[in-house]
């Protein structure tokens, strides 16, 4: 974990516990809410590495576990657990971008 990744962590961390603790975020919402926050890092990071020319490392991994984590903290905030296969399309749908992103050469 570099030092942007630890820093947008701690922020959001930081954030959703505050609400909690001023009554804006009840207990039952803390961890979908950090669900989503820890999703969203890490969508936020592998963004701003692909726009970094020394980074050679395959993000989509970050792309992927990001949108997951968002998908089921809001699935849970949402009290749809019946929609929870949207998880698997979701991940689906991302496999298949990065199948089609490849070059085919």
């Known amino acids: 974990m570099n030092g942007l990744t630890a820093g947008l962590v ?4 930081g954030v959703v516990m505050w609400l909690q603790v001023n009554h804006l975020l009840s207990h039952r ?3 979908p809410t950090l669900l989503v926050a820890l999703g969203g890092v890490l969508v ?6 692909t726009m970094r020319p020394d980074e050679s490392t395959n993000l989509w991994g ?19 657990a019946a929609y929870w296969p ?8 991302a496999l298949l971008l990065k199948a089609f992103a490849r070059p085919s050469w």
Not at 10 to 13: D, G
Not at 44 to 49: E, L, T, W
Not at 86 to 93: F, I, P
């Open 10 to 13: 701690l922020v959001a961390v």
């Open 29 to 31: 919402d803390v961890l």
């Open 44 to 49: 936020a990071d592998g963004a701003v590495r």
């Open 62 to 80: 970050r792309f992927i576990a990001g949108t997951a984590l968002i998908v089921l903290g809001l699935i849970v905030l949402a009290d749809a």
């Open 86 to 93: 949207l998880v698997l399309v979701a991940v689906g749908l």
